[in-house]
């Protein structure tokens, strides 16, 4: 069971539609009256607007008068209601609702209860969906029968929670229980979608999906950068890090997964690089050097058992990616699951300088510089530092990275944004 609820100014337009007398509804006779509350019955659209509209004479600053909701339950647990059954779920759905008072993280009442089951109110029944499931309409006065408002802080989520509260008591699936029964098909679609593309390309991913009944909304930060993705079917969200195996489906790593879809690709893209690659250059022999010379230079090279890997080129598990050092901005092909670190390390939503952050955490990974100084121009090939800045021969990448992404914080310091952290 699912539920929405927002708080509107268009009042009569909603009550017109909920009550099938608008334009716009194509068949009105299959939307049933359940019941209203607080005012005379069998009134039509404009004889209900009227009586809400005289509730909140009293607050003439209130722009948004009603709140429109709407209430969803599975077919499987309406398939033999009965008016009267509907018409209970409404009142078990408004208590539910009015039962909620919203805390801060100290305990402070940031959002007091409200009084929907005791405010006017008009319930109706449509059956006329495209998708023939069942579901409940109400238009709520904001102004309850004791002259209070109700007030619309958080209100969809108070509608989530509710329809989670009722649809535990009476033992059906709640919306995450669906949400989580879908996954697997969204995720078969994801990749039929990625099968289908011969190119890879987000346009062509959209089309794919768009397709399959998705709308695909891609995230990026300030500079252009896609982070993540989100689909949506009808009501419902998915976010790319709950979808696929091992996270082959998230923004950083789907190119990947096409490319493992579309193994031909590689091989073309491979017979095309050798025939345009050039011979390679006979290396001039070096002269030699005295024994008296190599021991004198001996002393210059320190050896050490750290790994200094190149991350110049190209090579399979890596993406490619850009960052900012010193004034320079430089490209580099690092692991994808490095990539994913750094991104849910450093998160845009959360840290105010989550740029700076991550741009000193890869020039740390990439050998640019190090914590104690510098170690390379080159960022990438072997170090001519004496001081032992690497990854260790039996240290994972993802753990340097996190060697790395811990030294930036150490150095810049983390900047949380200001204002509510998103649930």
């Keep these: 069971m699912i539920a929405n609820a927002k708080a509107v100014a268009h009042g009569i337009r909603a009550m017109l539609y909920v009550s099938g007398e608008s334009r716009n509804k194509?068949?009105?006779?299959?939307?049933?009256?359940?019941?209203?509350?607080?005012?005379?019955?069998?009134?039509?659209?404009?004889?209900?607007w009227?009586?809400?509209?005289?509730?909140?004479m009293n607050h003439p600053n209130i722009k948004n008068n009603v709140i429109r909701m709407e209430i969803s339950p599975a077919m499987e647990h309406t398939e033999n209601f009965t008016v009267d059954d509907w018409r209970q779920l409404w009142n078990d759905f408004a208590a539910a609702f009015d039962s909620q008072e919203i805390r801060d993280k100290d305990g402070n009442v940031v959002s007091p209860c409200t009084n929907v089951s005791g405010?006017?109110?008009?319930?109706w029944l449509h059956e006329e969906s495209k998708s023939g499931i069942p579901h409940l309409h109400a238009i709520v006065c904001r102004v309850d029968e004791d002259g209070n408002i109700n007030n619309d802080h958080a209100i969809h989520l108070r509608a989530q929670r509710a329809a989670e509260k009722v649809a535990r008591q009476r033992g059906w699936a709640t919306a995450m229980h669906i949400h989580e029964r879908n996954i697997p098909q969204v995720c078969a679609d994801c990749m039929e979608a990625l099968r289908e593309l011969d190119e890879w390309s987000w346009d062509g991913y959209r089309k794919r999906l768009a397709a399959k009944g998705y709308d695909l909304y891609l995230r990026k930060d300030k500079k252009d950068v896609i982070r993540g993705y989100?689909?949506?079917?009808?009501?419902?969200?998915?976010?790319?890090?709950?979808?696929?195996?091992?996270?082959?489906?998230t923004a950083s790593r789907i190119r990947q997964t096409w490319e493992k879809l579309h193994p031909e690709q590689d091989k073309q893209k491979a017979k095309q690089a050798g025939a345009t690659s050039k011979p390679t250059a006979i290396p001039t022999p070096k002269p030699s050097v005295s024994n008296a010379a190599m021991q004198k230079q001996q002393p210059l090279i320190r050896q050490s058992n750290l790994v200094y890997e190149d991350y110049t080129e190209y090579k399979s598990n890596r993406l490619p990616t850009?960052?900012?050092?010193?004034g320079k901005t430089y490209k580099r092909y690092l692991p994808d699951k490095v990539i994913d670190f750094f991104n849910d390390e450093f998160d845009y939503r959360e840290l105010a300088n989550w740029q700076d952050l991550q741009n000193l955490a890869m020039a740390y990974f990439t050998l640019l510089t190090s914590p104690y100084g510098e170690v390379s121009s080159g960022g990438g090939g072997g170090s001519q530092s004496d001081l032992k800045w690497g990854r260790d021969p039996e240290e994972d990448e993802v753990e340097f990275a996190r060697r790395c992404a811990r030294e930036a914080s150490h150095r810049l310091g983390i900047q949380k944004k200001s204002g509510m952290k998103r649930k």
Excluded: W, Y
């Design 119 to 123: 405010s006017k109110s008009s319930i």
């Design 26 to 48: 194509k068949h009105p006779e299959r939307i049933t009256r359940i019941c209203d509350n607080f005012m005379p019955q069998e009134m039509d659209a404009t004889g209900i």
């Design 50 to 56: 009227t009586e809400m509209k005289f509730a909140t």
């Design 230 to 249: 989100v689909l949506c079917k009808g009501n419902t969200r998915f976010k790319a890090s709950e979808l696929g195996k091992g996270r082959n489906l």
């Design 322 to 326: 850009e960052f900012e050092h010193d």
